[in-house]
């Protein structure tokens, strides 16, 4: 298994560009199992989730390829309707073809899911969304097994914010009978962007962004053209990367409004950070105060930032309290922090991470899921000596060759391959 090296202590300085939304792009790729036809896509980025996703697209019939800068996904009847285990043990998001495939077929038979280990990450709301929606489901070694002559529109009231929830039923509802009312629906940028590739398809969706979305079932959707929205998640960790070593860093091709609760919060630690219309600039400050944060459905502190933001805390002045509120096992980092010198007490949701005491040495430490193992290479960075971190395909499900885009600002790291 390859491993990341990090040499600690240099600087950030420079330009860096974001790729293409991962949690975005996933959801609209199954999107496209509602259209025969060929769907063309931009801003893809190149990542492991997106190559399982390809695969398991292939499974269920739709094969995809690169054409220059355009993944085109081509979508032709018969599909099967069966989601592997084999496939969608490795990315949880493989849930997310159940909704299209019960809609357009009446028939889903999909695994239970697996991805990060993040806490029990269950799947109860999805099921529950097509019941609402007239499925009857059944559950039988593992799969999940939906059937629907049509589905019908129905109120979804969800007891809890879920973004793949709401992707699922935005996706399922769009070729429903009648009209489907999503209340408490999840607002993140990938939700929007899905909706908006589904009305290019033909859909009718309104209130996508909002915690209300309503959607018109339409007879027939069809295949579109759609550039990928930006990565906030990969943004706003380059962001830090700039910040924890005191450089000065612009994240390009971005879309700010979207990182306003990060920016917010490294704005009160002491950041100054300018923004224009695609772009962020973090500029250094020689020492950062410690402040708060807890993780909340979007606009709120997103979670998938709570591993890094840890990571600048170690750093700061003072004490920061920083409470997870979204997945129940999410501090799997701090015990790996912890190793490089970090002095932080896991408590249940919470974490305090006492910061500043004497900087962070380097150690081999280990990467337990996907943005816990950005918050070690963002630590490795400011750490003395040589730190290893092993494990990372984890790190490459989620980004674009990050130790190619450091290392373009600066950062002193490499790839190693396993022998
Ligand atoms: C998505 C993102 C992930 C991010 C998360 C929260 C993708 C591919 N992944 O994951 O990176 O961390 O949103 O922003 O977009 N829950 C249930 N029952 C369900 C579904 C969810 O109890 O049926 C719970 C989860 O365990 C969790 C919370 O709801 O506690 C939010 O999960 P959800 O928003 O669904 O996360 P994902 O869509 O899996």
Redesign the pocket.
């Known amino acids: 298994m390859d491993s990341i090296i990090v040499r600690g202590g240099h600087r950030l300085n420079g330009t860096v560009s974001t790729s293409g939304s ?3 792009a ?2 609209i790729l199954f999107a496209s199992l509602l259209a025969d036809g060929q769907h063309r896509f931009t801003n893809v980025p190149y990542l492991k ?1 997106i190559e399982s996703t390809q695969s398991l697209l292939k499974s269920l019939g739709a094969s995809s390829g690169r054409e220059d800068d355009t993944l085109v996904v081509d979508v032709s009847s018969p599909a099967a309707h069966v989601a592997d285990y084999e496939m969608v043990r490795k ?3 493989g ?2 073809c159940l909704g299209p495939l019960l809609a357009r077929y009446g028939e889903a038979k999909v695994s239970l899911p697996g ?2 280990a ?11 969304t097509m019941r609402r929606l007239g499925a009857d489901i059944t559950s039988e070694g593992g799969y999940v097994i939906a059937r629907a002559q049509r589905l019908v529109g129905d109120r979804i009231l969800f007891e ?8 699922n039923a935005l996706m399922a509802a769009s070729l429903a009978r009648g009209i489907t009312i999503i209340e408490n629906a ?1 607002k ?1 940028p ?1 939700v929007v962007d899905l909706a908006n590739y589904l009305i290019a398809m033909g859909a009718k969706i309104e209130g996508a962004g909002t915690s209300v979305i309503s959607i018109e079932g339409v007879d027939e959707l069809s295949p579109a053209s759609h550039r990928i929205v930006p990565d906030r ?1 990969e943004a706003g960790t380059l962001l830090i990367a700039g910040a924890i070593t005191g450089g000065k860093v612009t994240v390009d091709n971005c879309v700010p409004g979207h990182l306003q609760s990060l920016v917010e919060k490294m704005r009160d630690a002491g950041f100054r950070i300018d923004t224009d219309d695609s772009s962020l600039t973090v500029q250094a400050t020689k020492s950062w105060q410690a402040v708060d944060i807890a ?1 909340a ?2 606009p709120g502190f ?3 930032l709570q591993a890094q933001f840890m990571a600048l805390m170690t750093q700061a002045s003072g004490t920061s309290v920083i409470t997870e509120q ?3 096992n ?1 501090f799997m980092h701090v015990q790996e922090l912890v190793r490089l010198g970090a002095d932080i007490t896991p408590m249940s949701q919470v974490a305090v991470v006492r910061g500043n005491s004497g900087g962070l040495g380097a150690a081999p430490v280990m990467a337990t899921d ?2 816990a193992s950005a918050s070690l290479v963002l630590a490795g960075l400011v750490a003395e000596g040589e730190t290893e971190v092993s494990r990372i395909y984890h790190l490459d499900r ?1 980004y674009e060759h990050l130790e190619n885009k450091l290392a373009s600002l600066g950062a002193d790291i490499e790839r190693v391959a396993a022998e």
């Not at 809890?160 to 992707?167: A, D, Y």
């Open positions: 991962k949690n975005a996933l959801p989730d990315m949880r998001a849930i997310l991805g990060c993040i806490g029990s990450r269950p799947i109860d709301l999805h099921i529950e809890k914010v879920t973004v793949g929830g709401t992707e999840a993140e990938e998640i993780t459905p979007h997103p979670t998938d979204i997945f129940e999410r996907l943005r989620g």
